[in-house]
């Protein structure tokens, strides 16, 4: 592939929402918890705004804080195109200071496998609890790890999206192979990229995997209590068999 920026796919904002134009079924759930505990809201790692634009959009007032300058610009673009206005924010979410506090922080769409070893979760927790009203909910939503999935044969590449290309170089195909190192529990995620027969290697990426028991004892040591956890978005309890651990605390009281 000639464009050399097919290599960085995955921090381009206009490819990111191709790719994940059809997850839309977290949004709903989210509005609820809003109606539930209120806003300001917040959201960690906000991509592009595909969770925060829509909430904006139905009346929630909402932050979101990126590490990502071009995926914040996308974002900002987005938002341009919309009556709705939202705070965007240059920030690591495991070490940010922002001049408010919020009633609810949301961590969605698995993203806090990017918190790869226990300093960054510590320290972002601890952002958390620093910018979260005594009253507040901190949300998280991670997959419920499947050991088949994790340790598939790292040499198998599986299709996980097809879109055209924004620049209009026809279709892309976007495939995967994972790597799972049991001994830090993160997943080396390989990414390849073919418009037509031209096949280029994208930048990968490394996902931190918590287990249900482990992710629950990491948010009580770091000063939450938790209220509910659910398996899904239509919050039935969280069971073996679920997709989600999706996290609703508080903060426990000192
Ligand atoms: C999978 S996307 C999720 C975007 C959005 N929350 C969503 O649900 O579509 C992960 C995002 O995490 C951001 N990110 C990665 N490391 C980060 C960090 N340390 N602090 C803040 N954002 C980070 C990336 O720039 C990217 O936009």
């Known amino acids: 592939m000639k464009n050399p920026n097919h290599k ?5 904002g206009r490819h990111y929402d191709l790719l994940n134009k059809r997850v ?43 590490i990502s300058e071009s995926m914040l610009s ?19 979410c495991r070490d940010f200071k922002l001049n408010e506090k919020f009633n609810l922080i949301i961590f969605p769409f698995n993203t806090i496998a990017i918190l790869e070893d226990l300093k960054s979760v510590e320290s972002c927790f601890l952002c958390v609890r620093n910018h979260l009203n005594d009253n507040g909910r901190f949300i998280i939503d991670f ?15 599986d299709v996980i999206a097809k879109y055209s290309d924004p620049d209009g170089k026809g279709i892309i ?14 997943s080396r995620v390989k990414n390849y990229y073919m418009i037509g027969n031209q096949k280029e290697v994208g930048v990968d990426f490394n996902m931190r995997i918590f287990y249900p028991q482990e ?9 939450f209590t938790i209220e509910d956890k659910y398996g899904n978005y239509d919050e039935t309890p969280f069971i073996s068999e679920s997709p989600k651990q999706l996290i609703v605390c508080c903060k426990s009281e000192t």
């Open 215 to 223: 992710l629950d004892a990491l948010i009580r040591y770091n000063g």
């Open 143 to 157: 997959f419920n790890p499947q050991l088949d999935i994790l340790t598939k044969d790292p040499n198998e590449c």
């Open 24 to 66: 839309i079924d977290d949004i709903p759930f989210y509005i609820q918890q809003a109606t539930k505990h209120g806003d300001p809201m917040l959201e960690l790692a906000c991509g592009t705004g595909r969770v925060t634009i829509p909430l904006a959009e139905s009346g929630i007032n909402i932050t979101g804080i990126d």
């Open 173 to 186: 195909i976007v495939a995967e192979s994972h790597f799972y190192d049991a001994a830090s529990q993160i």
């Open 74 to 92: 996308h974002a900002q673009a987005k938002t341009k195109k919309k009556k709705v206005t939202i705070e965007w924010i240059k920030a690591d």
């Open 8 to 12: 960085n796919l995955l921090s381009d």
